[in-house]
């Protein structure tokens, strides 16, 4: 067969091990060719792409990124792109995609499915927010990189008796933040899902040093916002998305910034911040990053092979399964809340 191959939205730690995966997995089980679509939806759609040997993929294993490139590019964000979509890859002789993605990409692959084209989706963000899978490859890197950074920041933190806060990512979900802040022994952990109150992050940080812990590590997802009312005015003012891409979303950031203005105002206490960004999507994946997401590359192979189109390759109990497509897409998987009410709780503060 010939597969095609594309990697779609923020790039993430492991996007090449699927890649290799699939190009490996799919010429030595079932004599595939696989073409590898260059920046996501948009090489299709101007049908830019490479052919993807085993020998030029063997030693993608460990490296960041993505060699195909990734954008954010919606073909459905104009009138004629889906047909064009559709058109180039029936030109390109391509037999079945598999598109390696988060919500929009896996999205617009939902779509595809219903005007005919044969997909199978691999979900991958470091946010770990997508449906229908227990984890996305790329979250245990982001989370390894954001404790390693709180690591660090704890003892500039406690040497200048000051407030740290550290912005880690998360759109729309408190995963990175939630895991990094137990993993690094934050003292707050402020995530999109639970609005915060700024008057009782600074009294629970007045109250540390009371007891005599002099410095503070608030670790908050670029997400997160204070509780409707002036500070949520006020924050909004200052973390105000600035650019939007074809899905609608907004460039974030801004937040940490923000409140470590507003702790060291209302507390008197030196406070900095950390806006860790795009660090943590770049870089080696972790081991276990590269274990998941060669699974989910054999088996995208093993659903191509066996005709199990629409439908999306997932971790569920420690066992790699498919499951359809529209169960990832459309609501973003929230953090499991008891991590920071019975986890975190002992701890913060
Ligand atoms: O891929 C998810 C993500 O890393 C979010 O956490 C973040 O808000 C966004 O991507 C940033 O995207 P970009 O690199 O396009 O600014």
Request: proline share 4%; charged share 30%.
């Given at each position: 067969m010939r597969i095609g191959l594309l990697t779609g939205g923020g790039d993430c730690p492991g996007l090449n091990a699927v890649i290799r995966a699939v190009v490996v997995a799919g010429r030595r089980l079932h004599a595939d060719e696989t073409v590898g679509y260059l920046d996501g939806w948009r090489g299709v759609m101007e049908r830019r792409s490479v052919p993807l040997e085993p020998g030029g993929v063997e030693?993608?294993?460990?490296?960041?990124?993505?060699?195909?490139g990734s954008s954010?590019?919606?073909?459905?964000?104009?009138?004629?792109g889906p047909r064009v979509t559709v058109d180039n890859i029936v030109k390109d002789g391509v037999d079945a995609l598999v598109a390696i993605g988060g919500d929009d990409t896996l999205g617009v692959a939902h779509r595809l499915g219903s005007l005919g084209v044969r997909v199978v989706g691999v979900p991958k963000t470091i946010?770990?927010?997508?449906?229908?899978?227990?984890v996305t490859f790329g979250f245990h890197t982001a989370v390894e990189t954001a404790t390693e950074a709180i690591d660090r920041l704890q003892t500039t933190a406690e040497s200048h008796h000051r407030v740290i806060v550290c912005e880690v990512m998360g759109r729309h979900v408190g995963w990175i933040a939630a895991y990094a802040g137990i993993a690094g022994g934050a003292d707050e952990i402020l995530v999109p899902e639970v609005p915060f109150g700024v008057d009782e992050v600074c009294s629970r940080i007045r109250k540390r040093h009371e007891r005599g812990s002099y410095s503070s590590v608030v670790v908050i997802s670029e997400g997160a916002l204070p509780e409707p009312g002036p500070d949520l005015e006020s924050a909004k003012v200052t973390a105000t998305p600035r650019t939007v891409d074809q899905f609608g979303h907004a460039q974030l950031g801004g937040i940490g910034a923000w409140l470590a203005r507003e702790i060291e105002r209302r507390t008197g206490y030196e406070s900095r911040h950390t806006t860790l960004g795009h660090i943590q999507r770049g870089g080696s994946p972790t081991a276990y990053d590269r274990v998941l997401a060669t699974r989910f590359g054999v088996e995208a192979v093993a659903a191509v092979h066996d005709g199990t189109f629409g439908k999306m390759v997932a971790l569920r109990s420690g066992r790699i399964v498919r499951v359809p497509l529209e169960e990832a897409i459309g609501r973003p998987k929230s953090l499991d809340i008891q991590l920071l009410t019975e986890v975190a709780a002992p701890f913060l503060g």
């Open positions: 030693d993608l294993l460990a490296r960041g990124g993505t060699v195909l954010r590019t919606n073909p459905f964000a104009t009138d004629d946010d770990n927010d997508l449906s229908g899978t227990e």
